[in-house]
């Protein structure tokens, strides 16, 4: 007896590899419901990439707004200064 009719599996069952190697069987009702989801739109109404949960301070503007080099210029400055007066209190300093 073959491992098929051992387990009574079907004869269409397909065996797959995954990239980390992994062995999979899977049916021909398995590859139609994956096809299926491969060929639904994903795309939702409302959503807007820049608005995902992972992405903190990203942010749509209008076409050709940038924002000004100054605010970045004033960030760093506000940031060293911090940084500055913060070690400036760090005993055995040169």
């Given at each position: 007896m073959s491992s098929q009719e051992q387990t009574g599996?079907?004869?269409r069952a397909q065996h797959i590899t995954?990239?980390?190697g992994r062995i999979l069987r899977i049916t021909d009702a398995q590859i139609a419901a994956i096809a299926a989801q491969k060929s639904a739109p994903t795309a939702q109404p409302g959503?807007?990439?820049a608005?995902?949960?992972d992405v903190l301070f990203r942010v749509r503007r209008a076409e050709g707004h940038e924002i000004s080099?100054?605010?970045m210029i004033?960030?760093?400055l506000?940031?060293?200064g911090i940084v500055?007066?913060?070690l400036s209190g760090v005993p055995g300093g040169a």
């Open positions: 599996t079907s004869s995954t990239k980390t959503f807007d990439p608005r995902r949960k080099s100054w605010w004033g960030a760093f506000l940031t060293s500055v007066a913060l």
